[in-house]
C-alpha cells in the first residue's frame, strides 16, 4: 500500500512547443519527449520535459502548437555526463489527451525531506527557503525533488529538520540562469517545486502541530 508520504501526483494542462522525439528506450519500452509550455497568471510560461512512452503518444498523438493535458509523476534523474544541470526534472506522463480549458500545473507531493532547508533572503529582501524532497516509487527509487517557498511560508519551512515528512502542493516551475564554467558563459534552464501549501506527513519525526502546519502561499 502507498503511503501518504510517498505521493507524486501532476496535472499540467499547457501547449505542446515542438513535436514528440525519440529519448530513450528501457525494458523494451521506448520513450518520446517534448517540451509543454504552461501559462502562469502573470503570463509567463514554463516550459516542462514531458516524458511519455510511444504507445501513449500512438493513442493521442502530440504535435507542436497542440493544446495538451498531461497527468503523471515528477521524475529526478541524476546526469553523469557533465554536460547541462546535473539534476535533471521531467514529468513523467501516465495519460495524455487534448487540452480543453485555460492553462493549469498543479502538483501535490508527500515525501521526507533529505537535506537541511536553506533559509536566504534576496537582495531586495525577499525570504526563501530551498528544500530537498526524496520521494519513493513503488519499486524502491526515489525521486530528489528541489522546492522553493516564499515569505512566511519559506520561515516556517526554515525551522523544519532532516527527516521531517512533508505533503504540499504546488507547480513545476522553470526558470532560466547563468553559468560561468572555466570562463565559459552558459545558458541553462533549472526545475523546482514553487510550493503553495505545505503540511507534516509521514516520517522519522512528524510533527501535527509543527511550525508548517497547514501553512500556505498565496497563489502568484
Not at 537535506?115 to 530528489?144: H, Q
Amino acid at each position: 500500500m502507498q503511503t501518504l508520504w510517498n505521493e507524486n501526483r501532476a496535472l499540467l494542462r499547457g501547449t505542446a512547443a515542438a513535436d514528440p522525439a525519440w529519448s530513450h528506450e528501457t525494458h523494451g519500452v521506448v520513450y518520446e519527449l517534448f517540451p509543454l509550455e504552461v501559462l502562469r497568471l502573470s503570463g509567463w510560461a514554463d516550459r516542462i520535459n514531458v516524458i511519455a512512452p510511444r504507445a501513449l503518444l500512438e493513442v493521442c498523438p502530440v504535435r507542436m502548437g497542440m493544446p495538451v493535458e498531461v497527468e503523471g509523476e515528477v521524475r529526478s534523474f541524476n546526469n553523469k555526463s557533465g554536460q547541462g544541470s546535473r539534476l535533471v526534472i521531467t514529468l513523467h506522463a501516465r495519460s495524455l489527451r487534448p487540452g480543453n480549458g485555460p492553462d493549469e500545473n498543479r502538483l501535490t507531493l508527500a515525501g521526507v525531506l533529505c537535506k537541511p532547508p536553506v533559509f536566504r533572503r534576496t537582495p531586495l529582501g525577499r525570504e526563501i527557503c530551498d528544500l530537498m524532497l526524496a520521494v519513493n516509487r513503488r519499486y524502491g527509487r526515489a525521486d530528489y525533488l528541489p522546492c522553493i517557498a516564499w515569505g512566511a511560508l519559506a520561515r516556517c519551512c526554515g525551522e523544519l529538520e532532516v527527516g521531517d515528512g512533508l505533503r504540499l502542493d504546488g507547480r513545476l516551475q522553470s526558470r532560466e540562469y547563468t553559468k560561468v564554467d572555466q570562463g565559459t558563459t552558459q545558458r541553462r534552464t533549472a526545475y523546482e517545486v514553487s510550493v503553495m501549501r505545505l503540511e507534516p506527513a509521514g516520517g522519522t519525526s512528524p510533527s501535527p502541530q509543527g511550525p508548517c502546519a497547514g501553512a500556505a502561499n498565496p497563489v502568484s
